[in-house]
């Protein structure tokens, strides 16, 4: 009798433990770049936080190597419907969505990293990240990651925008940077993934496109078009995105919402420190393998700055009060 008592009382209270905790809510977030990634290193440590700080309510897993979506703009639209819980992207594709982010990404705007997070962790970033959240298109900008700056890289030696005439390059799903490699003469491809780009140079689509150091050596681009141009054109931030129709149709919890938000920005400086090294490593990398570095002279970079200038009247002209703040945290760096 009392052995029965006793398991009627153990499974009671496995019940009630049970009842206690609900079945975990999961995740997905979406991430083109491969494991190691200075990103995909954040993005698994936001995952670990978020399992974490929830006690286990959220649990995120995330997908590297674009896996779940071949191309950030995919992405970002399952976001906006609801298919996705995250993505850690370029900014550059969420302007097409929310064309205020331009404001921060034009060319030669900042004078270093340092000038980019002065401005990305001040006023302005942090108004940027909730213009995203009330701009209505569904997506909630939670922290920036450090990216670098972008520079061309061709299958040809360019020293001057008229050395790029013609040349078919891929550009990010970005009507800007669209018009950015316009300007300089040459022809813009968009729709190519970042992972689809070594394949679309080797069979001849494009003839070259634009990214940063370890973008350029993790893709294995550099075996493909072996001149970059050090032209440093711009600094796209990469932005940690949450669909806000995801939280809902997932009912996550107005504080699990916040608890999330609070541990994507505890992950910023832990991917800018895995950057910096990346950067680095990158950079030997490729010049090991017998990359041909192209050094421009300052005559020869006014002449893709002098280029690019339209783009502020083009694209900045809203934004004037923004691209002025920015200049005036530069006057410190
Ligand atoms: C890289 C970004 C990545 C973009 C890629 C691109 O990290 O998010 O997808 O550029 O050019 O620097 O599409």
């Known amino acids: ?39 995909t290193l954040a993005d698994k440590e936001f995952a670990r936080l978020v399992k974490e700080k929830t006690e286990g309510r959220v649990e995120i897993t995330v997908y ?65 990240l909730a213009k995203l959240q009330s701009s209505g298109s569904g997506l909630i900008g939670l922290c920036w990651y450090d990216a670098g700056s972008r520079c061309y890289y061709l299958t040809k030696k360019a020293t001057t925008p008229a050395d790029l005439k013609g040349l078919k390059i891929r550009m990010q799903d970005n009507k800007m ?13 968009t729709g190519i993934g970042s992972n689809e780009i070594y394949s679309s140079i080797m069979s ?15 893709k294995g681009d550099y075996k493909a078009a072996k001149f970059y141009i050090l032209d440093h054109h711009t600094r796209v931030p990469e932005i940690l995105l949450m669909s806000e129709a995801s939280m809902r149709q997932r009912k996550v919890s107005a504080a699990d919402i916040a608890i999330i938000k609070e541990c994507a920005k505890a992950t910023q400086e832990y991917e800018i420190a895995q950057w910096k090294a990346m950067e680095k490593k990158s950079e030997a990398n490729v010049r090991a393998a017998g990359t041909v570095v192209v ?6 970079l006014k002449l893709f700055q002098d280029a690019m200038k339209p783009l502020y009247a083009e694209y900045g002209a809203k934004y004037q009060s923004v691209i002025d703040a920015i200049a005036e945290v530069g006057k410190k760096f």
């Open 1 to 39: 009798m009392k052995k029965a008592v006793l398991a009627l009382l153990v499974l009671a209270l496995a019940a009630s433990v049970l009842a206690a905790a609900p079945a975990p809510i999961k995740l997905k977030l979406s991430e083109i770049h491969m494991e190691g990634y200075p990103t």
């Open 64 to 128: 590297p190597n674009g896996v779940l979506n071949a191309t950030e703009a995919e992405g970002i639209e399952a976001l906006v419907l609801g298919e996705l819980g995250f993505a850690r992207v370029s900014a550059a594709p969420v302007a097409s969505f929310v064309p205020d982010l331009n404001a921060i990404q034009l060319p030669y705007l900042y004078k270093s990293a340092d000038h980019m997070w002065a401005v990305l962790n001040g006023k302005i970033g942090q108004d940027m």
């Open 177 to 189: 940077m669209v018009k950015m490699t316009e300007l300089l003469g040459g022809v813009a491809v």
């Open 204 to 218: 001849g689509v494009i003839d070259g496109a634009e990214n940063n150091w370890p973008t350029y050596d993790t």
């Open 295 to 300: 050094e421009l002279t300052p005559a020869q």
